[in-house]
């Protein structure tokens, strides 16, 4: 099966372990993996602030890049949300027939956690990875992709992995993109209330299928030196005895680490309100 792996800018620019990790384990499992090197950003922090007209030549990118694949895999559920719920609806603001038509043909893009279970119809992917780990399911794979219990499904078969249940693991994690930002005094008492529940399953690691809520709720872990760690799903099914995944210390990768507060967060200062010049 010829596969595109579609990284999205966050990952590729903060993450890009994360997409080497994808592409190790899709091979591992017989996949032909590839990079088109043109992808760009998906749209969705345009489309999500309201830019919806600006979304249009990045969705006809993403239908030019992407397009004569069997299928195109993610380790992302909001990019991969974004792609399968609204980029039909941002050719239909455009009034782009063609566009539209170019969408519909376009092949299917799947988180990984689906693509592993229901196109390749494994969960025993011959991951190793002996920590207990608890998984955090995001809003978007959880809601909108409504993957279920797949990456619970393909966490229980790794070996030497100890799965604890994450109390309250519907609830948001603050993130929500540049909620975080607007809204940031609510986005961090949203993470406190993920980090409290994080730490009281006394798990290692924390693994989601998301980098940006990892990303969000890692700062806390690490700003709190909770010894917690984040991990992507990928990176976990990635691992195997022969190539095992080394948990390094200090904060995660990609953040850096800033002043420690005391037993509680401090919330991150409010951006002052734009205001617009009036005329004279």
Aim: proline share 8%; with cysteine; net charge neutral.
């Amino acid at each position: 099966m010829r596969v595109a792996l579609f990284i999205t800018c966050f990952n590729d620019t903060l993450f890009p372990g994360t997409g080497r990790a994808v592409v190790t384990l899709l091979e591992r499992l017989g996949c032909q993996v590839e990079f088109p090197p043109d992808q760009t950003c998906c749209g969705q922090m345009h489309f999500n602030t309201g830019y919806q007209r600006e979304c249009v030549p990045l969705v006809r990118r993403f239908t030019d890049v992407f397009a004569g694949y069997d299928a195109v895999v993610s380790p992302s559920g909001s990019c991969s949300a974004m792609v399968r719920d609204h980029h039909a609806r941002v050719a239909e603001v455009a009034g782009d027939d063609g566009l539209a038509a170019a969408v519909r043909e376009l092949p299917r893009v799947y988180e990984l956690s689906e693509f592993l279970v229901d196109v390749l119809r494994v969960t025993d992917v011959g991951a190793y990875f002996p920590h207990r780990v608890t998984y955090h399911p995001t809003c978007h794979s959880l809601r909108m992709l409504r993957v279920g219990d797949k990456p619970l499904s393909l966490l229980r078969a790794v070996r030497g992995l100890e799965l604890a249940e994450l109390p309250a693991a519907d609830q948001c994690c603050g993130f929500g993109g540049t909620f975080a930002l607007k809204n940031a005094d609510t986005s961090m008492a949203m993470c406190a209330d993920k980090v409290r529940h994080v730490r009281d399953t006394g798990a290692e690691v924390l693994c989601a299928g998301d980098n940006s809520c990892l990303m969000h709720i890692g700062g806390m872990l690490s700003r709190l030196r909770t010894g917690v760690r984040t991990l992507h799903l990928a990176e976990i099914l990635a691992a195997t005895e022969e190539a095992p995944l080394k948990l390094q210390p200090g904060p995660q990768p990609g953040l850096q680490p800033g002043p420690q507060p005391g037993p509680h967060p401090r919330p991150h200062p409010r951006a002052p309100e734009r205001r617009e010049a009036k005329p004279a």
